[in-house]
């Protein structure tokens, strides 16, 4: 026969087992909730701190240049890989033992997959260009997202690389174009200081003196490996930076050192002119 202090005991037993009972959903639709905010389903919700879990991140300004006082740059080029010419200026790079960034489009890495894996096997920098190379100010988000989508994921699946920034085409952007770049991915929205206008002008010495003189400390060079003429003009660009005792690093090595705080920079260019839009 029951005591008194035996019933207390399973009225007890039973009334937690109720109350459980009715929070095990609510518990269930927290742990859900939790994982959209980069919370493990499994993670307790019991003995969590009060406070923020992180510092959510911020979007930073688009990234033209470094305010350094060393003579470190970055090369970058464009529209690639190409299927003869990229080849030929990994070659040069290596000769020299330069490291650059190789801003991709998507179908050309999904056309030349070996040479993408050699751009990163031999230590160079490649990030996102979108898929078809358009005018990204111009479209929806749902089809920003898709351009850099696309590009991301072969790009993974070829080189094993997540890529961390975005270079838009023609340097056409504008806050709805960051914001899907820097939700989708995290990226960090790149431009340049210098530009030779090699799409444009097909000549080798001129695509050399341009960028011979306009590299500075913290500068970033834009080039295309889709051209021949920037392809010759490269060598004796890199053999003169040299001698002058500049040192390139990948444009992501570039922003760590920028001391700018990317409210400003010492080399920022005016915007793209209209009109002025590679092919």
């Known amino acids: 026969m029951m005591s008194a202090s035996d019933h207390l005991s399973r009225r007890r037993f039973l009334r937690t087992l109720t109350l459980g009972a009715c929070f095990y959903p609510a518990a269930r639709t927290l742990a859900s909730m939790g994982s959209e905010f980069g919370l493990h389903p499994a993670t307790p919700l019991m003995g969590m701190p009060s406070g923020p879990l992180t510092n959510p991140p911020v979007m930073l300004p688009p990234f033209y240049s470094a305010a350094i006082g060393t003579p470190h740059l970055a090369l970058t080029f464009d529209d690639g890989p190409h299927g003869s010419l990229t080849p030929r200026l990994l070659d040069a790079l290596a000769k020299r033992r330069v490291k650059a960034t190789f801003y991709v489009i998507g179908r050309n890495v999904e056309t030349h997959p070996d040479?993408?894996?050699?751009?990163?096997?031999?230590?160079?920098?490649?990030?996102?260009?979108?898929?078809?190379?358009?005018?990204?100010?111009?479209?929806?988000?749902?089809?920003?997202?898709?351009?850099?989508?696309?590009?991301?994921?072969?790009?993974?699946?070829?080189?094993?690389?997540?890529?961390?920034?975005?270079?838009?085409?023609?340097?056409?952007?504008?806050?709805?174009?960051?914001?899907?770049?820097?939700?989708?991915?995290?990226?960090?929205?790149?431009?340049?200081?210098?530009?030779?206008?090699?799409?444009?002008?097909?000549?080798?010495?001129?695509?050399?003196?341009?960028?011979?003189?306009?590299?500075?400390?913290?500068?970033?060079?834009?080039?295309?490996?889709?051209?021949?003429?920037?392809?010759?003009?490269?060598?004796?660009?890199?053999?003169?930076?040299?001698?002058?005792?500049?040192?390139?690093?990948?444009?992501?090595?570039?922003?760590?050192?920028?001391?700018?705080?990317?409210?400003?920079?010492?080399?920022?260019?005016?915007?793209?002119?209209?009109?002025?839009?590679?092919?």
């Open 115 to 279: 040479i993408a894996r050699r751009i990163v096997a031999e230590g160079h920098e490649i990030a996102n260009h979108t898929w078809s190379h358009p005018s990204l100010s111009g479209l929806s988000a749902e089809r920003v997202a898709d351009e850099l989508r696309r590009t991301h994921e072969i790009a993974l699946e070829v080189t094993g690389v997540r890529m961390t920034n975005l270079r838009p085409p023609y340097g056409a952007f504008n806050e709805r174009v960051r914001q899907v770049a820097f939700d989708g991915y995290g990226y960090d929205t790149i431009l340049w200081s210098v530009d030779p206008l090699d799409w444009k002008y097909r000549n080798s010495a001129r695509v050399t003196r341009e960028l011979v003189s306009g590299a500075a400390p913290g500068a970033v060079l834009l080039c295309h490996d889709i051209h021949k003429t920037t392809i010759t003009a490269i060598p004796p660009v890199l053999d003169q930076l040299l001698a002058r005792d500049f040192q390139f690093v990948t444009v992501a090595q570039l922003m760590a050192m920028d001391k700018s705080g990317r409210q400003d920079s010492n080399l920022r260019p005016p915007g793209p002119k209209p009109g002025a839009l590679p092919s």
